[in-house]
């Protein structure tokens, strides 16, 4: 049970974060719950690259033990990466239809539909 | 010697002229001399290398290249225990296909660009998103690892985010911009959490190696999902095809020729990962009638709702989701025979062949349509129909290369898109005739679309408002004319190009275990 | 040597027959052009249409405009048209939701029911 614990968080904070997109209207707010969807992702990767009593592959005085390659983590790192750019390109969006239309309500913002 | 090394690692060029050139970019790109010179060349370079790189593909079987390993070919490592744990690209005939698709839209729709885009301010940044997103593309395409999709995705969406929102318009073009990138950055994360259910079952993230282990439990049944509905949601098929539109009307037209390709990347994704991801495992009806599913629905409701529009290239992004839908149709029919033999080798394969011939089709007679539709927003400064008329008398060149791409994409022989079409056609009518049925009355319902479109901007007399307007400059002529041209010579000799380009791509799609012994043989 | 015949399986289909009709017909509408009435003057009266006497209108006036084509095409399945056009809002949280609502049927096909 409580070696689960991560991805029954991984579960809450995916149901939180999707629950947040398609339910909030205001852009930040939406973006926010891109953002804490993008955790569970990450938290996700993380929590399947753990591996009891695995010791990081660092041959310099590496004690004795298994050691566990570390991919999962560097996909954590680039998707935070990656994250951090999309995150910085969409609020820079928000501000400029801001600027422009005055609101950041998705109801408002629909110039281009049918 | 020098020879030699550029053969065996034209792959990593192929990543890295394009991206190195991009961030040279704002740097050295200050004047316009030099930024035209940075862009084309580094462009032109880029394409020589996807053409040498296909052929040799083509004529040499599936090409690995091994990042950081000491020979190219290493593939899996002594001391690894049987995992590639390298990024690898893969490049089988399907990968160079792509690329050659890549390579002939990008160089053409950079040389129209070069004088098309001159007006505006900001070109240093404009040109270094774009070759950001040509060399995403090409990673998608190429790439043999799954995380390595993801990352190539990432970048292509993001350029290609900041390309559409590149002219604010009042804040329209931003609208269209962050509907794409929201929607680009849910579906990656959802392919993101694919491939960490991968990663959780199998230790791997290449695609042989996964494949090769692949169990078809519980939980790449729902990996399965998550990555089919990413990657529909991306290639813009109906129910998802909302941003679509937005994104490709609001997008400069250069952009948006290219955002055709990269729809076509994800497309391909698609494919990869239902053919050779899980192959014969999967339930290949289901998935088979999924596919054919979505692809109808993409066909008929693309061009019904192409009709009324006004907006001349949200008029055709319409078009792109309903063309989509017989790329879609084609492969579908394939998936859903996918495990019977029989009918794979009397129609199966046919319809796999027309689907992916319709792919390079499609991004040659749209991406001349979509510069078509830039070339008449550029004489009259309007993208709205209602406000055009007799442009024909003042930009014949313009109006014979619309004529061209527009009898194309209705399917009117001797052009390409009729060959395509055909094949798709007569392999789908042997599976089931209903469905040939109704994709041959979007068809028709695609040539009334155009015929307006036609009608309502080159026809009628010359309006007063457009007295002064002239014919488009030259780089933007030839850059159309090149697609025509490769339009018109599909249409006049498909036959030897589908044996020796659309059959071999087919052939590696189908065949999972041949992909997968390229990598795993190359130890 | 490049091959035009383009065998489909289900038949053939050689571009250059119908390259040669188009031709053909090319040719007679020369010769249709060539016999006609040599007279015929670029300039003055007889450039003008002719309406039964009433002034022709002006010449933006006289185009038929991209939004009157097709309306009986559009007014003859106007019910299917009716619900189609206003699904597309052009409001993210709809567009989120199409998505996520097309993932959970396709997830319901092919996982649960099969």
Redesign the interface.
């Known amino acids: 049970m409580i070696g689960n614990l991560p991805l029954i968080t991984v579960g809450l904070i995916t149901v939180i974060g999707l629950f947040t997109?398609v339910s909030k209207r205001n852009?930040i707010k939406?973006?926010m719950g891109?953002n804490i969807?993008?955790a569970a992702?990450n938290l996700?990767?993380i929590s399947?690259?753990y591996r009891e009593g695995g010791i990081a592959p660092i041959y310099t005085n590496a004690v004795q033990g298994l050691m566990v390659?570390p991919?999962?983590q560097a996909?954590t790192l680039?998707?935070i990466v990656?994250g951090v750019?999309?995150t910085a390109?969409?609020l820079a969006?928000?501000t400029?239809?801001y600027?422009?239309?005055g609101t950041v309500d998705t109801d408002r913002?629909r110039?281009?539909r049918e | 010697m020098s020879w030699e090394l550029l053969r065996l690692h034209a792959p990593a060029l192929l990543i890295a002229v394009p991206l190195v050139a991009s961030f040279a970019m704002p740097i050295l790109g200050r004047t316009k001399l030099s930024r035209g010179i940075i862009a084309l060349g580094a462009m032109a370079l880029t394409s020589c290398i996807a053409i040498f790189l296909s052929y040799t593909v083509y004529t040499s079987g599936v090409l690995l290249y091994v990042f950081g390993a000491e020979s190219p070919a290493l593939s899996i490592p002594p001391d690894s225990g049987g995992i590639p744990?390298r990024i690898i690209f893969t490049i089988d005939a399907l990968s160079a296909f792509m690329t050659l698709i890549v390579a002939i839209v990008g160089f053409s729709v950079f040389l129209y660009s070069m004088s098309s885009d001159q007006r505006h301010t900001g070109l240093e940044g404009y040109y270094t998103l774009f070759l950001m997103m040509i060399a995403g593309i090409l990673g998608m395409v190429n790439t043999g690892d799954l995380?390595n999709f993801f990352?190539f995705l990432?970048i292509s969406s993001?350029a290609g985010?900041?390309l559409v929102?590149f002219r604010?318009e009042?804040?329209?073009a931003?609208?269209?911009?962050?509907?794409f990138?929201?929607?680009s950055?849910?579906?990656?994360?959802?392919l993101?959490?694919a491939?960490?259910i991968f990663?959780?079952q199998y230790?791997a993230?290449n695609i042989a190696a996964i494949a090769s282990r692949m169990q078809f439990s519980?939980l790449d049944?729902?990996a399965?999902?998550?990555l089919?509905?990413a990657l529909?949601?991306k290639c813009g098929s109906v129910?998802?095809h909302?941003?679509t539109?937005?994104a490709y009307?609001?997008a400069p037209s250069s952009v948006t020729a290219m955002l055709v390709v990269s729809s076509q990347a994800s497309l391909y994704g698609l494919f990869r990962v239902i053919f050779t991801l899980y192959g014969i495992k999967l339930?290949w009806v289901?998935?088979g009638w999924?596919v054919i599913a979505l692809g109808m629905l993409s066909m008929f409701?693309g061009v019904?709702?192409a009709?009324?529009q006004?907006d001349v290239k949200r008029l055709m992004a319409y078009h792109a989701i309903s063309q989509t839908g017989y790329m879609l149709l084609g492969v579908g029919v394939g998936i859903a025979v996918l495990g019977d033999p029989a009918s794979l080798q009397s129609?199966g394969m046919?319809a796999i062949d027309g689907g992916l011939f319709h792919i390079f089709n499609h991004a040659m007679y749209k991406g001349l349509l979509f510069l078509t539709a830039g070339a008449i927003i550029y004489v009259t400064g309007t993208r709205d129909?209602?406000a055009?008329?007799?442009l024909g008398h003042r930009m014949k060149y313009t109006m014979i290369f619309f004529m061209i791409g527009a009898l194309a994409i209705a399917g009117i022989?001797?052009f390409n898109g009729f060959?395509s079409k055909?094949?798709i056609y007569?392999?789908v009518y042997?599976f089931s005739p209903v469905l040939a049925i109704i994709a041959m009355l979007v068809s028709i319902l695609t040539l009334?679309?155009f015929v307006?479109?036609f009608?309502?901007?080159f026809?009628?007399?010359?309006?007063?408002?457009y007295d002064t307007g002239r014919e488009v400059p030259l780089p933007m002529l030839l850059g159309m004319g090149l697609l025509a041209g490769i339009v018109i010579v599909i249409?006049?000799?498909?036959?030897?190009f589908?044996d020796h380009l659309v059959a071999p791509a087919a052939q590696a799609l189908v065949n999972q275990a041949g992909y997968i012994s390229a990598v795993a043989g190359g130890g | 040597m490049?091959?035009?015949?383009?065998?489909?399986?289900?038949?053939y289909?050689n571009?250059?027959v119908?390259?040669g009709v188009?031709l053909l017909l090319l040719v007679l509408a020369y010769l249709f052009w060539f016999r006609g009435e040599s007279g015929y003057r670029r300039e003055g009266e007889q450039t003008k249409p002719f309406l039964s006497g009433n002034r022709a209108p002006?010449?933006?006036e006289?185009?038929?405009?991209?939004?009157h084509?097709?309306w009986g095409?559009?007014e003859a399945?106007r019910g299917?048209?009716e619900r189609?056009?206003p699904a597309?809002t052009?409001v993210?949280n709809?567009?989120?939701l199409?998505?996520l609502g097309?993932?959970s049927f396709?997830?319901v096909?092919?996982?649960v029911i099969?």
């Open positions: 997109i852009l939406i973006l891109l969807f993008e992702v996700f990767l399947i690259g390659l991919t999962p996909l680039t998707s990656i750019a999309t390109m969409l969006f928000v400029i239809i600027r422009n239309y913002i110039e281009l | 744990i995380f990352v990432e993001l985010a900041g929102a604010i009042k804040g329209k931003v609208e269209g911009a962050l509907k990138a929201v929607l950055t849910m579906g990656a994360l959802l993101l959490f491939v960490g990663y959780w230790d993230l519980l049944q729902i399965l999902v998550m089919v509905a529909a949601m129910p998802l909302f941003w539109p937005d009307s609001m339930d289901t998935v999924i409701v019904t709702m009709i009324p006004k129609y046919a129909m209602n055009m008329g007799g022989p001797p060959a055909l094949v007569e392999s042997r009334a679309s307006k479109v009608h309502s901007v026809m009628g007399p010359e309006l007063p408002e249409g006049i000799f498909p036959a030897p589908i | 490049l091959s035009t015949t383009f065998h489909t399986g289900a038949g289909w571009p250059l119908w390259l188009f002006a010449r933006g006289m185009h038929l405009r991209a939004s084509l097709y095409f559009t399945i299917y048209y189609v056009v597309h052009g993210l709809d567009y989120l199409w998505f097309v993932m396709i997830l096909i092919m996982v099969r």
